[in-house]
């Protein structure tokens, strides 16, 4: 596995657990929410950028991604 693609995952699972902290999910359920809601193929395509903002940041942004998508925690 390349150094990219662990760092990759790092930042999925962290972002994921602080996305779950935020609104009170489990990890679980805050995975299936971003995933339902094509934030897990975001944040993998757009890892390069993503990853040099700030996880509150990234957070709210990915919240109003996934309500754009059709989600209703925002």
Known sequence: MSKLTRDKIEYI???VNMFARRFSLS???AYRYISQYQGIE???EFYDVMHT???PDMVESMAKFCARNGGNLA
């Open 27 to 29: 990890d679980v359920e």
């Open 53 to 55: 903002q700030s996880f």
């Open 13 to 15: 699972v962290m972002l």
């Open 42 to 44: 975001l944040m993998d």
